[in-house]
């Protein structure tokens, strides 16, 4: 009975998520895009958005245990996308990366340089 629900609400999460998913030239949908904020979050407004369309607007805080502030999983199609990311009235980046099937960005935010940086890999960031 649980297998059966499990894959029903699979089944109903994929179809939801279709219309979400950026468009791009290819139409061919990325396996797996994630955008993890690291380190330097302290209580701070971060805005995240993928081809000028907002998927993260919150206040976070970097957790001192895991090392992470907030992991914001993005359905994007393959090719060539921009990441933005921005600190309200501090501080933003623009950032164009390309995707062919799975891909992570990390973020860090250095509050006394007033920098964001941002890391790309196709392998799971790891946290304890």
């Not at 297998?3 to 791009?24: G, Q």
């Not at 999983?73 to 060539?80: A, E, H, L, S, T």
């Not at 390309?98 to 392998?123: M, Q």
Request: a neutral charge.
């Amino acid at each position: 009975m649980n297998l059966r629900y499990c894959f029903l609400v699979l089944l109903f999460a994929s179809f939801a998520c279709k219309d979400d998913v950026t468009t791009n030239p290819t139409g061919v949908p990325a396996d797996l895009f994630a955008v993890h904020l690291w380190s330097g979050f302290s209580m701070t407004p971060v805005s995240v958005s993928v081809d000028q369309r907002e998927v993260f607007a919150d206040t976070v805080s970097t957790s001192m245990l895991l090392g992470v502030a907030a992991i914001i999983p993005v359905p994007v199609n393959r090719g060539r996308h921009t990441l933005s990311v921005a600190i309200p009235s501090r501080v933003s980046k623009d950032t164009f990366f390309v995707i062919e099937d799975t891909l992570f960005a990390g973020v860090d935010y250095d509050s006394s340089r007033s920098s964001i940086n941002c890391y790309f890999g196709k392998n799971l960031f790891g946290y304890r």
